[in-house]
């Protein structure tokens, strides 16, 4: 999570198109407008208006199918371009998108990820999961973002 933006990275045993219609639908869910798609590609752009308690927020999602799985990029900002810190409102902005397109296709991920991995780098395979619902959690998770448990801090 930066100053002022939010990045999820997940994998899915999904079809892109699927994704791609449930992000279109994710984004209206959430009071979007989608201001910009390439379905061929599997890019989309959303953006929230301004408002008296926020300064907006853009969300850009990449997806690229290979081999079965299909990766999912997502990336959060403020749309006004001057904000200097949003307090990790992209951040969770992100994370509920995510989240909600898989409530949406009723699926977990493969693999989850708070950053979004670079060109050439691997992608961790051993992945942690929620004692209570077997969600992917990060290590840096104090509660599951899917049922909302409050997860153990084990010492190493």
Do not use: W
Not at 33 to 44: I, P, R, T, Y
Not at 45 to 59: D, H, P, Q, V
Not at 123 to 129: L, R, Y
């Amino acid at each position: 999570m930066g100053l002022r933006s939010g990045e999820q990275f997940r994998v899915y045993d999904a079809n892109m198109e699927d994704l791609f219609e449930a992000a279109i639908k994710v984004a209206g869910m959430m009071g979007m407008n989608v201001v910009s798609m390439d379905k061929a590609n599997g890019f989309l752009k959303a953006t929230s208006g301004l408002s008296f308690l926020s300064a907006g927020s853009e969300i850009s999602v990449q997806m690229n199918q290979q081999n079965g799985e299909t990766s999912v990029m997502a990336k959060g900002r403020p749309k006004v371009k001057i904000t200097l810190i949003d307090y990790g409102r992209s951040a969770r902005e992100v994370t509920r998108f995510m989240d909600l397109m898989e409530q949406v296709l009723q699926i977990q991920p493969k693999h989850h990820s708070d950053k979004i991995p670079v060109e050439g780098e691997e992608v961790e395979e051993n992945v942690s999961k929620c004692p209570s619902c077997e969600a992917p959690i990060s290590a840096t998770d104090k509660f599951c973002t899917n049922c909302g448990e409050k997860l153990s801090v084990e010492s190493e």
